[in-house]
């Protein structure tokens, strides 16, 4: 059996290169086959070698400014027929020499490493500003730029198969995506770039939403309103049973639904809008938990208390009805374009279903209802998975999970820490958000790698109905904040409060990839710097 070859990796991606020869123009797609090509011999490990094959005959800083010109170079030659870099065709000419090369081989060929190391930085670096759309401090002019209008009507004509910069390598193979962090610890493909992202091949489907904001403001105001304030065991209820009555037989097991209650009315947020706004000031985004309402009862709530140049965004769904009929588990959020009536609404599904156990089933009390000796899942339809990443500021690209997706990381997990968004909420229906908890370890994982911010949130009602044998309830801790600055912070909503507000603000930090190129100090990192409750006092649900 003959190994596998570079051509072989290339005509994977982009079939008949190898035999064409034939240099893309576009650099997203170059950085797409210099990545896979890395990745695939380990040849990405030997940046930090004493001897690295990209530094042979330069210094770290020579070699950035001489790969960032060459980017800059790019940007024009790609949208025109003028040739491109003379720099990057010799290094794909050493790449077409390689050809026959087992990729086993790769990494033993300082030739080949370095001019694949070079093509990847020179191509990431032509992307500065991908996604964003807006100016970065420190880099480049108040104008927008042809390249990247270019590359924003790249993300938006592949919308609907999932949002890709490539222009000739088609997403089902792999994508390249824009990117927000690059990790600061340990070592893998993704401490490379910092303006790219290389995303596999796989069952989730990226699609990108970049807005025009406010480059002024610094900070984020999120109103939580963890409703519902109250759940009770008889909600759980048993759909489905295979292979289980009071005695289990083997291989059995039950599906259990959620049956909601009504969702919050609009008389009640705007209530809660309109304290948040006199004691706080203005409210950017609204956050509500996982099945927190219907789908119909959040599009009536969003035509009166949508956030100007904001966003709201809801965990959605209804109970199975029968026991051959799934449930839907999901979240909706609308963002609005700034200075414009357009309201731009995002549907995604939730990507696992939950397994109740044993001890879940005793901490909130609802075993007269779902045998405890059993394995009961979520009887929930799983239609294709989708993960949406919305820029809302220049520092801040958002995306949104739903409960066991950050549980269970895969496969969504490698497209998360790829992109590395600067903020991570999720959607849950679970009990305190204390730190000890498993919200706050994998909260922890995605703020190690690649540096994101995270905010969980569970409803009150939820909270509440926990009760873990021989621990403290905590129950008032509705939602947990964790940042890669200062670390962690649990949520609380104090007694008479409804909600709370979080004031969110923006920390550059300088991140370098592993190859020694600085960012200069481009990447935000949204922190805690407030937590209100919000109270109604006599009006007050929440008690």
């Avoid at 893309?24 to 030997?46: E, N, Q």
């Avoid at 940007?75 to 027929?81: D, G, P, Q, V």
């Avoid at 759940?231 to 009555?245: D, G, Y």
């Avoid at 051959?324 to 357009?342: A, E, I």
Wanted: hydrophobic share 35%.
């Amino acid at each position: 059996m003959a190994p596998e070859t570079v051509a072989d990796v290339l005509d994977a991606l982009l079939p008949g290169l190898s035999t064409s020869r034939k240099m893309p123009r576009w650099p997203a797609d170059v950085f797409c086959l210099s990545a896979a090509l890395l990745h695939r011999s380990g040849a990405y490990t030997r940046v930090v070698e004493d001897a690295p094959p990209h530094l042979k005959q330069t210094t770290s800083q020579e070699r950035s400014e001489l790969l960032r010109g060459i980017g800059l170079r790019w940007r024009t030659s790609a949208l025109t027929s003028e040739k491109l870099p003379t720099e990057v065709l010799h290094w794909w000419g050493v790449l077409n020499r390689c050809l026959n090369r087992p990729v086993s081989r790769v990494r033993s060929s300082n030739d080949c490493c370095e001019a694949l190391l070079n093509l990847m930085g020179c191509a990431d670096e032509s992307f500065f500003g991908v996604g964003i759309f807006w100016p970065i401090p420190g880099r480049g002019s108040s104008k927008r730029d042809r390249f990247l209008e270019e590359a924003e009507e790249q993300l938006i004509s592949t919308w609907h198969q999932g949002s890709t910069l490539c222009r000739t390598i088609h997403p089902s193979r792999a994508r390249v995506l824009p990117k927000m962090h690059t990790p600061q610890n340990g070592l893998t493909i993704r401490s490379l770039s910092h303006h790219l992202a290389y995303c596999r091949g796989g069952d989730v489907i990226p699609h990108w939403l970049s807005l025009g904001a406010d480059t002024q403001h610094h900070a984020l105001n999120l109103l939580l309103v963890p409703w519902p304030y109250r759940v009770s065991p008889s909600q759980f209820k048993e759909s489905k049973r295979v292979n289980l009555t009071d005695e289990i037989g083997k291989g059995g097991y039950g599906l259990f639904t959620f049956s909601s209650e009504r969702g919050p009315t609009t008389r009640h947020i705007k209530r809660l809008i309109d304290v948040a706004h006199k004691n706080i000031g203005r409210i950017d985004g609204l956050i509500f938990p996982e099945l927190s309402m219907s789908t119909p009862e959040f599009q009536k709530l969003a035509k009166s208390v949508m956030p100007k140049s904001g966003f709201l965004v809801a965990g959605t769904g209804t109970g199975a009805s029968r026991p051959n009929k799934c449930g839907q588990n999901g979240l909706v959020m609308n963002v609005q374009f700034p200075d414009s009536p357009f309201v731009a609404q995002l549907l995604q599904k939730k990507h696992h279903r939950w397994k109740l156990n044993k001890s879940q089933i005793m901490q909130y009390g609802i075993g007269a209802n779902l045998h405890p000796e059993a394995s009961w899942w979520e009887h929930i339809s799983l239609k294709e998975r989708e993960l949406h990443f919305v820029t809302l500021r220049p520092w801040l690209t958002m995306s949104v999970m739903i409960c066991e997706d950050l549980a269970r990381p895969d496969p969504v997990a490698d497209l998360v820490r790829s992109v590395g968004p600067n903020l991570v909420l999720c959607l849950l229906m679970d009990g305190p958000q204390l730190a000890e908890r498993w919200p706050g370890r994998y909260a922890g994982v995605l703020s190690d790698d690649p540096g994101s911010s995270v905010l969980t949130m569970t409803s009150f009602g939820m909270s509440r109905l926990s009760r873990p044998q021989g621990k403290e309830s905590r129950s008032s801790v509705v939602a947990l904040w964790r940042d890669a600055v200062y670390g962690t912070k649990e949520i609380e909503l104090p007694s008479n409060a409804d909600a709370v507000v979080l004031n969110l603000s923006v920390e550059y930090k300088e991140e370098w990839t592993a190859d020694g190129r600085g960012d200069g100090g481009t990447s935000g990192y949204p922190v805690l710097t407030g937590s209100h409750p919000i109270s109604l006092g006599e009006h007050s649900l929440a008690r």
